[in-house]
């Protein structure tokens, strides 16, 4: 059975399972309902074939979550599986000892069902730690009802001009152009991270990782936050943004309060049970925007680069062996499809694609298949210390109480002493 369980209540519920000799502990942060359900589903399914097993999933919130998850791995209570966001994150996990090889755990059969990039992400040193669970896509969640009353027809925004010229046109109508959540910080850099793509290119962030040129002070970078202060000084946000948590952001973007909203497509279903009706707003209601290019619609590289995640599991060391037996029974195609047919996520087990009926996740299953890069989210691909500076700097950027050049250099610096 599924449980719902705080962590202090962890090893004294585990010591009153007499009934099951293993114990699988999974951690992960706050799912939708629909997707509770679906692990409530698989675990039962998975005991009923091993009842030596009992498989148990806590959930915390998303913030809390990134805080605990560091000492959680060096405790006792350590979990077998937990929720990844993969990047440098992972390689930091890994050098610290908290991460299992699973690479003998894991057959070619099982192996082969994963597109090889996915599996690349969750490779550390030549093993496998974990495997993926699904890739999602940044993009502006756009309010078609809003944004036709402000005389604005979002399918022609192409570049960042012409976001900003909208920007403004539905600011003159009295309606607030976009939704943010800036006191969780990570909303923001999706913004500095893709204009930075559109900068500098679907590599850019791979070469300044490597130090070419100049960096994360290089041109590219410096650009993207003077291109994200152009947006800024338009102050399209809602008021008190900067003391909006994501979640709330999300729930008022659902409730009608904006008519963007720069988010991922994991937000489909939570952003509706966020909203104070509890529905938020119809699919015909809604649209999903690319990140517009820089200048020309069309620019070499960045321009087809998507942001995102490949969202996974990662195995801790010493985990039971029954761990990664499970790890792969959750995602195999039949429990793949399923995800996909629910509209719950977009799936990445190879065949699964073919079970979505979202118009919005085909859309996005679509432009990360036809993407030219897909970056991983900047605050977990460039490790835990490199990521909260640059939700840092983006929250700065956004306040105007920095230099884009400056917010360049502290990323940089962060990077060379990380």
Do not use: C
Request: charged letters at 20%.
């Amino acid at each position: 059975m599924n449980k719902f369980l705080p962590i202090a209540l962890m090893v004294a519920a585990s010591a009153s399972m007499a009934s099951a000799s293993t114990e699988i502990r999974v951690l992960r942060v706050q799912p939708s309902a629909k997707e509770g359900a679906f692990y409530e589903r698989v675990e039962k399914a998975f005991e009923e074939k091993n009842p030596d097993v009992d498989v148990v999933f806590e959930y915390i919130a998303n913030e809390a979550y990134k805080s605990k998850l560091p000492t959680l791995l060096q405790s006792s209570t350590k979990p077998d599986l937990f929720y990844s966001w993969g990047g440098q994150t992972l390689v930091e996990q890994t050098k610290a000892g908290f991460l299992a090889d699973i690479s003998g755990a894991v057959s070619d059969e099982v192996r082969a069902t994963f597109p090889e990039p996915a599996l690349a992400a969750y490779t550390v040193d030549g093993a496998l730690r974990g495997l993926p669970l699904y890739a999602t896509e940044v993009a502006f969640w756009v309010n078609t009802e809003l944004t036709e009353k402000a005389g604005v027809d979002y399918t022609t925004i192409k570049t960042w001009d012409d976001f900003l010229a909208a920007v403004q046109k539905i600011k003159d109508a009295g309606i607030t152009p976009i939704m943010a959540g800036g006191q969780d910080k990570w909303p923001l850099h999706f913004y500095w991270s893709y204009l930075a793509l559109r900068e500098g290119g679907a590599d850019a962030i791979n070469k300044a990782m490597q130090g070419e040129e100049g960096g994360f002070s290089g041109e590219a970078f410096v650009k993207a936050g003077a291109d994200f202060q152009k947006l800024t000084a338009l102050e399209p946000f809602q008021p008190g943004y900067m003391a909006t948590t994501y979640e709330v952001a999300s729930g008022m973007f659902a409730d009608g309060k904006a008519a963007f909203h720069l988010m991922g497509d994991w937000d489909y279903g939570p952003m509706r049970a966020r909203s104070q009706s509890g529905k938020g707003l119809p699919d015909e209601q809604l649209a999903f925007m690319a990140f517009p290019a820089i200048g020309e619609p069309v620019t070499e590289g960045g321009a087809g680069a998507t942001l995102g995640g490949m969202n996974g599991w990662a195995v801790t060391a010493d985990a039971d062996p029954k761990a990664s037996e499970f790890l792969t029974f959750m995602l195999n195609l039949e429990h793949q499809k399923e995800i996909g047919s629910e509209g719950i996520f977009v799936p990445i087990v190879k065949g699964a694609e073919t079970s979505l009926t979202n118009p919005f996740f085909q859309r996005v299953a679509a432009d990360i298949a036809g993407s030219t890069h897909h970056q991983i989210f900047l605050d977990q691909y460039l490790g835990a210390s490199v990521g909260a500076t640059v939700n840092d700097i983006s929250a700065d950027l956004a306040q105007g109480v920095i230099a884009p050049e400056d917010a360049a250099a502290q990323v940089q610096e962060a990077w060379e002493f990380r």
